[in-house]
């Protein structure tokens, strides 16, 4: 259970800025579960979805209002109420932040306006669950645009953006979600999408797994009916590639999140970028010199390394894979044993995808004041469940982050629970973003057209072309000039002019 001791500490603060963040925090502290009974949840249900995430841009609407969205009667100006949202009354702050987002996704604009006349998704009933944020309600306009049908629910808890989703809703989309829904209502909002009189989905968009499982389990019937789905989450993707080896897969899947442009760009770029940002606005610390352990070299972990090496951290590494092993050493790493450096080291990030990374035991032997975050997909990393015992007492200092403390006075810094430390404490880069949804835009039409037969019942990569189509919609924005082969050197290399120039199994 957790104390009833609750501190706030406002450093050097005005006093309004103080009043503001204790009454958000007083709201957050009191909304947070004491019990931890949804761990024993069967792992079908992806942990990540019922994570909190909470984006550091939506800090407008930490409403006083405390009604369920689900027990308001509301409509948009067009006299719809197919929708469910905190509060459509916002539509305008939203629309605001759409047109932002729009502006650094050049791509997907372009595709809106190629693809606009032959409506390529004409027909198409996309059922989505992604984060529900202005980027990824560019792609929903632009899925409309192409001629596709939507309905939307959030795959996170905390993640939506309040104003984006009344946006939707005022124009029209199926919108169901709102930050800060509790775990019955993320499966309420997923059931409001599918379940809905006279209208079958028939393409699904997903992000972590929980909708595809939701219709698998529940809707059996309508699952057989489904053209396609995209996947773009290291965590979904693995739970279809169960479903398909279990020969329980009845429906082709595009697994996006292995293509090039969204491992390199969304994973190495975006958290290179993002885990700075992240670390700042929580805790204003000074990367120089510090000590830093990131578990896990894939991706992500590059991508963070990167960052606080140029920062002039000193950057540890641990890894199980002797090849990412190897390159962290050629990239200037220390590769260790988390054991090894834990009772040193100033910051612990993990990025592996795994689970109990950081355990209770390496928790313990942390130095006083420690931070510990994480940046991968689920909220199994760190194993947050053991520190909820009586003899340490959890203080929030402000938004999404706690100290816990030992009895002895030791306190480490925990970021965001140990949830994804960049969609809760700060932003992601929309450029990124742009790429992976163009991506999934250019999935969900590559399946939504092919012709019987081409793909079967299981799970495929994006055609190398795709790749290289997304990322060529991107150049423009950097004034880049791509040089062209000549005849003579396509002929030598065996390749066609205008690609794929590279096979498949290459990962860049």
């Given amino acids: ?63 006083d209002d405390e009604t369920s969205p689900r027990d308001k009667q509301q409509k948009n100006s067009k006299g719809s109420s197919d929708f469910c949202v905190k509060n459509i009354k916002q539509a305008e702050f939203g629309r605001r932040e759409i047109e932002i987002a729009e502006q650094e996704m050049p ?72 930050k800060g829904e509790s775990e019955d209502d993320f499966w309420w909002c997923i059931d409001r999408c599918v379940n809905v009189e006279g209208w079958q989905p028939n393409m699904i968009l997903d992000d972590g797994g929980d909708l595809t499982h939701w219709i698998y389990k529940k809707y059996p019937n309508m699952f057989k009916k489904i053209k396609g789905i995209v996947e773009e989450s290291v965590t979904g993707v693995h739970r279809l590639y169960q479903l398909s080896k279990a020969g329980k897969l009845c429906v082709p899947a595009m697994n996006v999140n292995d293509s090039v442009t969204k491992q390199k760009f969304d994973n190495l770029y975006c958290c290179r970028e993002s885990i700075l940002d992240g670390l700042k606005r929580t805790t204003d610390m000074m990367f120089g010199g510090k000590q830093v352990v990131v578990c896990g070299y894939g991706e992500v972990g590059k991508g963070c390394c990167a960052a606080l090496k140029a920062m002039g951290s000193i950057v540890y590494v641990t890894e199980i894979d002797p090849i990412c092993a190897l390159q962290a050493c050629m990239d200037g790493f220390r590769l260790v044993k988390l054991n090894e450096v834990i009772r040193q080291v100033d910051i612990v990030i993990t990025c592996t995808g795994n689970k109990n990374v950081v355990t209770r035991e390496h928790l313990d032997r942390m130095k006083n004041s420690c931070i510990v975050c994480n940046m991968g997909h689920s909220n199994t990393e760190i194993d947050v469940a053991s520190l909820r015992t009586p003899e340490l007492t959890w203080e929030r200092v402000r938004s999404q982050v706690d100290h816990v403390i030992w009895p002895d006075g030791k306190r480490i810094v925990l970021l965001a629970e140990g949830r994804l430390l960049n969609l809760s404490c700060s932003t992601v880069p929309t450029f990124v973003l742009s790429i992976t949804a163009t991506t999934q835009a250019l999935a969900l039409i590559e399946l939504y057209n092919a012709p019987e037969g081409r793909y079967k019942q299981d799970v495929y990569l994006l055609p190398k072309k795709m790749d290289e189509y997304v990322a060529s919609l991107h150049l423009p924005t950097f004034d880049a000039h791509l040089t062209e082969l000549t005849d003579e050197q396509a002929k030598y290399l065996g390749l066609n002019k205008n690609g794929p120039f590279k096979p498949n199994y290459y990962r860049c």
Avoid at 121 to 142: D, F, N, P, R, S
């Fill in 1 to 63: 259970a957790m104390p009833n001791k609750k501190k706030y500490k406002v450093n050097g603060d005005s006093g309004i800025k103080a009043q503001i963040q204790f009454a958000d925090q007083k709201q957050e502290f009191n909304k947070r579960p004491t019990k931890i009974g949804r761990r024993s949840l069967s792992r079908s249900i992806s942990q990540s979805s019922t994570d909190s995430y909470s984006s550091a841009a939506s800090y407008t609407d930490s409403s």
């Fill in 107 to 178: 791509a997907l604009m372009a595709l809106r306006k190629r693809a606009q006349g032959e409506k390529p998704l004409a027909g198409a009933k996309i059922v989505g669950c992604t984060h529900i944020t202005a980027q990824t309600a560019v792609l929903m306009e632009t899925l409309g645009a192409l001629g596709a049908q939507c309905r939307w629910a959030a795959c996170n808890i905390y993640s939506t953006l309040n104003e984006v989703a009344a946006a939707l809703a005022e124009s029209g989309f199926p919108v169901f979600a709102w």
